[in-house]
């Protein structure tokens, strides 16, 4: 078994919680030859059954490997975020319906929905997917830095730009709206965590909280790195440093 595999499991049992049952799929699907060799490109698929005092849950996710080594697949940030102009607003009511945002999360958190857009780095998108599913009030078009929306084949910044929809969440005061929590335990599922792997001040992945632990961690799913019930930190991530950063929102889902 993989490295990182038992890299996962050591990080479960280090919170307390039990691995179970492991079972993976290792496919290779492209092969690409070089002067200096070959690469062997493969798909790895893992379902990890594990158990949280008298709960179980299973963990799912699809990682990539090329040769020998195993990477996830990185948001590369090239669009600019803006902050919301709070001399500019007007209020408006909005609702969100958390079991709604969860039930999309886990119905496509392995696949697409050919309804919305597909990029190649997802993990906004899909997020932003959720949020809508849930009744997030969509506002802005067609100004691409302004507000949070999908319309017609465009989209703002926001919608699928990880770094984007962290300072929209911060600042918006229409439409889909949050508040800013200092502790993961404070999210409850279809709330927002953002990460900035490196802590070099520019968010590259957003994630959707699903379900919590007993200890009222949270767990999350999300895409790029397609994954499921996958616990909030990520520190069993390829991607992961010891400076990581993380934004933990709570969706407003009342009316004001």
Known sequence: MTDWLWRKIACWENRGASPQRLTYEHVPYLRVRREEGEDIFSSISFELLVKDGREMFLEEGRFFQRNEEMYEKRAFLHDPASRENSSSYRPQRATYNRRQAVRYAER????????????Q????????????????????????????WLQEGNWSYSWSTAHALRWYLSGA????????????????PGDVICYDFTGDGRFDHTTIVVRKMNNGMPLVNAHTTNSRHRYWS?????????????KFFQIIDWEM
Do not use: H
């Open 108 to 119: 496509w958190w392995d696949g697409r929905n050919p309804a919305y857009p597909e990029f």
């Open 121 to 148: 780095n997802d993990c906004t998108n899909f997020i932003s997917q959720c949020l809508r599913a849930g009744g997030g009030e969509m506002w802005g078009s067609p100004d691409r830095s302004r507000g949070w």
């Open 173 to 188: 005061r229409q439409g889909l709206r949050a508040k800013e929590v200092e502790t993961p335990e404070q999210l409850r």
């Open 234 to 246: 990520y520190e069993d991530s390829a991607a992961y440093t010891g400076t990581i950063q993380y």
